[in-house]
């Protein structure tokens, strides 16, 4: 599987219903996991951005309805990115001329 790395912030909303993130957290972890993707982690961070959520997905289609999905939420906005793993990146050299 493929490597995504997301960066979010919290809307308006989110912030405003901060104190339901635990209740939250399980819908979003299922919600990754019933697309086909697995979760490597989520971390909370200090900075331009609140967090960040790293996943492994079969597809970008399938990260495409992951993002969508949580988008329509209105909780948090994001920005998805393909990371490449230290193997895929290896391959990617190696076709160099």
Do not use: C
């Not at 959520?53 to 990115?81: C, F, H, K, W, Y």
């Amino acid at each position: 599987m493929a490597g995504y790395v997301t960066l979010f912030k919290y809307t308006q909303q989110g912030i405003a219903d901060i104190k339901t993130l635990a209740a939250r957290l399980p819908k979003t972890k299922e919600l990754i996991e019933k697309n086909g993707a697995r979760l490597v982690g989520i971390w909370w961070t200090l900075g331009e951005y609140d967090g960040v959520v790293i996943i492994d997905a079969p597809d970008e289609q399938v990260v495409a309805a992951i993002m969508l999905a949580n988008g329509m939420r209105g909780i948090v906005t994001s920005q998805t990115m393909r990371a490449f793993s230290e193997d895929e990146i290896m391959k990617v050299v190696a076709r160099l001329p």
